[in-house]
């Protein structure tokens, strides 16, 4: 049994008297992509907030082994966790080159920054040719490749990825798919994935949960789950 | 022609002030996307401050330095205490020690050009300066990549403080002092700031002069010195319809 970066016990978690979450229990394990499945309003992005403390939570967060539940945005980051909001959350007014560099806001280590500043640039050829350029000016599918970039140069040990397919043509959502295969494999990055496309996110993903709201009805290996009668019914359409 | 030239070296005395203060108010404005219409109330009682210690025997440049870091304390505690609880607006940024220095070191020096570039650098160079600039335009993201909000906000309304209170003594020698007078000279620095444009340190140090020639020169000749408070408003309204981002404002561009 690898061991589990990441597990969530009892999880509540909502906005003002609305909660979302009721109870939420899940583990990642350490090196997995593991993908979090779900229909509109089930409670995928919450899960994602609530991991990095966007929003007020109730039950057990342990990263690591260790209990961050109460700690802040900040500090969770300081951790190695990353993550990428619903929206992208780039800054506009910014540009592409100064968007990586406050990903790596928290880094000390300048040189290797550098380095892995002209890695991002060898995934994503197309933020280099931008790097000067205003971020809201990008396209959505560059903007989605420069949230991505800006994440990875943390150099988390967990990227929690929130619908990075949304709104984005068919050839670039498969580029971004295929540079997250790489970071996975190559870098060592724990992924969480929460996806619309849940063909797409079967196929890459070790491990699936199935969130409906705010609760998991399903869990396994994401190759059995594609098997399962009611998730290829709900989500894979046939 | 000799008046005309006084006129013009008056009003670039008075554009200095305007300049400092307008610069405090495109720090808050950076810091927090809000215009802080106590600017000049703070630099108000800062010029007090300094006033009473000078008259208490301290000499002029301890009493500048002292004031400065007592407005920058107060700044933070403004915010700390009395913005915070109440803000769950957009936040801040900020990269002000430069600024501050940078006007100071222009009251003594008259090196507005190189200070100004010292300014510019901070924001566009330290990463202190970019964090400030990224918690104004997007807290939720930025802390995300580990940026401490609250704190950067902080520092911006400290940093706008000691930059109005620099104001506030550069003014004192200049023009008589008197409760009411900053908010007249808080006018011309608002008016200062937007014709440069609301986000632009360079912006508002310009602005600040070409405020302070048009006010004195049309004060002069013009429409007497009653009316020179009228030149603040009409610049308003004018930058605001014409040309509503500033000679030198930002104009953000977004795709949705």
Known sequence: MSRMLLEVKDLFAGYGATEVLHGLSMQIEEGSITTLLGANGAGKTTTLRALSKMIKVRGQILFDGKAIEGKATEDIVRLGVAHVPDGRGTFGSLSTEENLQLGSYTRKDKHEVALDQEKMYSYFPRLKERRNQQAGTLSGGEQQMLAIARALMLRPRLLLLDEPSFGLAPLIVREIFDIMQTINQRDKVTILLVEQNAAMALDLANYAYLLETGKLVLSGLSKDLKQDEAVRRSYLGH | ?256
């Open chain 2, 1 to 256: 022609m000799e008046t005309f030239i006084h006129q013009v070296v008056a009003g670039i005395a008075a554009g200095g002030v305007y300049a400092s203060l307008a610069l405090a108010l495109v720090m808050i404005y950076q810091s927090t996307h809000h215009i802080n219409f106590a600017q000049g109330e703070i630099a108000m009682f800062a010029t007090y401050m300094a006033w009473t210690l000078i008259n208490a025997g301290v000499s002029y440049w301890l009493a500048f330095v002292c004031t400065i870091l007592l407005s920058f304390s107060l700044g933070v505690l403004i915010q700390r205490i009395i913005i915070r609880p109440v803000e769950n607006a957009p936040v801040l940024n900020i990269v002000v020690v430069f600024i501050g220095l940078l006007v100071i070191l222009n009251s003594i020096a008259g090196v507005t050009m190189v200070l100004l570039l010292l300014l510019y650098s901070f924001f566009k160079f330290t990463p202190l300066g970019l964090a400030m600039r990224a918690a104004a335009q997007n807290p939720d993201s930025s802390r995300l990549v580990g940026i401490r909000v609250g704190w950067m906000l902080a520092l911006g309304w400290g940093l706008a403080a000691a930059i109005g209170s620099v104001a506030g003594m550069m003014i004192a020698p200049v023009v008589f002092l008197e409760p009411n007078m900053m908010s007249g000279v808080l006018l011309y620095a608002f008016a200062a700031a937007l014709v440069g444009g609301i986000d632009s340190p360079g912006g508002a140090v310009l602005g600040g002069f070409i405020v302070g020639i048009l006010e004195n020169i049309l004060g002069a000749y013009v429409i007497g010195t009653e009316l020179k408070l009228s030149v603040a408003l009409v610049l308003i309204i004018v930058v605001l319809t014409i040309k509503p981002a500033g000679l030198f404002g930002k104009v953000i561009v977004s795709r949705v």
